[in-house]
């Protein structure tokens, strides 16, 4: 189980972010939109996952910047589905503010920030143009049940939660350190993400913590479900579908998506990528492979 000091200094965040008179920025206002350009890559070459293929070396330079393109953008949707999907399960969740405001400030404050990431996402696809062409996330059964059924106040459902801000996150802060390699609005989005993603992973740990306190044969007993469901998470989230190369000129596309999972350079980024996110969520006792 995390230390002690971590469930103070989360619930610091908590109380501060929550504060009603912390002045809130809207995230759009984030992001220099004027600066997006098509004419550019949108990812750093490590993070797209044909890099160091020598088949895509040899394409085209548009054809290679327009795949870093549309990976960004179904990178992003697809974090948008999911935390649109628990958003919608937290709404539900909230209590008639009166009798328990600190609730409600703590359940509304995850709900702007969920709304501002998807609309950040919807603000991109709708500057550049580009189509959503990923749906696997239709087809995560793992995922979906969690996510949509699973109770509210429950292990699997808030270890889902924490999934779902954690694992992105970690695109969004590597974006962030690679600032001078990514484009500048696509660097200014991701700052913006990381911020509207603090809250809800503080929030997820400081829930888990309590109910894995009471219940540890639970989470014994679910840590399949929630191994599988990070699986499935991994795979939408860094091996695009063979729908996103076929939109970037690379055809056929089934190819190229079986060329990216048989590739040990992408295994190994998504391996080094991950890593500071798994050994905190293995913390909660959940066998966790990227």
């Known amino acids: 189980m995390p230390s002690p000091v971590e469930p103070e200094r989360r619930a610091a965040l908590l109380e501060e972010l929550a504060r009603p008179d912390v002045p809130y920025r809207d995230p759009l206002a984030r992001v220099e939109w004027e600066a997006l350009s098509l004419d550019a890559p949108w990812l750093p070459e490590a993070a797209v996952s044909l890099h160091g293929d020598p088949r895509f070396a040899a394409l085209p330079e548009a054809q290679r910047r327009r795949l870093s393109q549309h990976e960004l953008l179904g990178f992003l949707a697809a974090g948008l589905w999911l935390e649109g999907v628990l958003a919608a399960r937290l709404a539900r969740a909230l209590p008639p503010a009166p009798e328990t405001?600190?609730?409600?400030?703590?359940?509304?404050?995850?709900?702007?920030?969920?709304?501002?990431?998807?609309?950040?996402?919807?603000?991109?696809?709708?500057?550049?143009?580009?189509?959503?062409?990923?749906?696997?996330?239709?087809?995560?059964?793992?995922?979906?049940?969690?996510?949509?059924?699973?109770?509210?106040?429950?292990?699997?459902?808030?270890?889902?939660?924490?999934?779902?801000?954690?694992?992105?996150?970690?695109?969004?802060?590597?974006?962030?350190?690679?600032?001078?390699?990514?484009?500048?609005?696509?660097?200014?989005?991701?700052?913006?993400?990381?911020?509207?993603?603090?809250?809800?992973?503080?929030?997820?740990?400081?829930?888990?913590?309590?109910?894995?306190?009471?219940?540890?044969?639970?989470?014994?007993?679910?840590?399949?479900?929630?191994?599988?469901?990070?699986?499935?998470?991994?795979?939408?989230?860094?091996?695009?579908?063979?729908?996103?190369?076929?939109?970037?000129?690379?055809?056929?596309?089934?190819?190229?998506?079986?060329?990216?999972?048989?590739?040990?350079?992408?295994?190994?980024?998504?391996?080094?990528?991950l890593a500071t996110a798994l050994r905190s969520l293995r913390l909660f006792g959940f066998r966790l492979r990227p």
Do not use: K
């Open 101 to 273: 405001p600190a609730r409600a400030a703590h359940l509304l404050g995850e709900l702007r920030e969920a709304a501002g990431h998807g609309l950040l996402c919807l603000e991109l696809q709708r500057r550049a143009g580009l189509p959503l062409v990923d749906r696997r996330l239709w087809r995560a059964p793992m995922l979906n049940l969690l996510a949509r059924r699973a109770p509210a106040g429950s292990i699997p459902f808030w270890a889902c939660v924490l999934m779902a801000a954690e694992v992105p996150d970690r695109m969004h802060r590597y974006l962030r350190r690679r600032a001078s390699e990514a484009h500048p609005a696509i660097a200014d989005l991701a700052t913006a993400c990381a911020i509207a993603g603090a809250r809800r992973i503080a929030h997820a740990r400081t829930v888990l913590e309590r109910r894995l306190a009471a219940g540890r044969w639970r989470r014994r007993a679910l840590a399949p479900l929630v191994e599988r469901a990070h699986r499935e998470l991994v795979e939408i989230l860094f091996y695009p579908d063979p729908a996103v190369y076929e939109a970037a000129g690379l055809r056929p596309g089934r190819v190229w998506a079986a060329r990216a999972r048989a590739s040990a350079r992408r295994r190994a980024f998504v391996r080094e990528l």
